[in-house]
Nanobody, 125 residues
Framework: VQLVESGGGLVQTGGSLRLSCAAS????????MGWFRQAPGKEREFIGS????????YYSDSVKDRFIISTDNDKNILYLQMNRLKYDDAAGYYC???????????????????WGQGTQVTVSS
């Protein structure tokens, strides 16, 4: 699976931004698709993920009231809608894909074998 993120940029606190991840190379029904982020000097953080076939999703508590993951199954695009952005949301955002097993949507980064190159989100005050 090949993953290409886009949509990052500069946004003010309280604003919104939508990231996209174009996927190709395999049947996405076999996968879970997730978003992670990593800020300088910090560990990679799970944001949320979705089972492509069922739409079942799971979010990190830190973003679940502000961020929404959605899919365009016709275009094979994964989205991350980010609302009410905070300064601490600034990071490199990465799309990831992993094989779906037992219909479990997992936050474990080790379960995702495919990663995009990332897109940078900067939040200004």
């Amino acid at each position: 699976v090949q993953l290409v993120e886009s949509g990052g940029g500069l946004v003010q606190t309280g604003g919104s931004l939508r990231l996209s991840c174009a996927a190709s190379g395999d049947t996405l029904d076999l996968y879970i698709m997730g978003w992670f982020r990593q800020a300088p000097g910090k560990e990679r953080e799970f944001i949320g993920s979705v089972a492509w076939s069922s739409g079942h999703s799971y979010y990190s508590d830190s973003v679940k009231d502000r961020f929404i993951i959605s899919t365009d199954n016709d275009k094979n695009i994964l989205y991350l809608q980010m609302n009410r952005l905070k300064y601490d949301d600034a990071a490199g955002y990465y799309c990831a894909a992993g094989r779906l097993r037992a219909n479990v949507v997992t936050p474990r980064a080790s379960c995702y074998g495919y990663w995009g190159q990332g897109t940078q989100v900067t939040v200004s005050s």
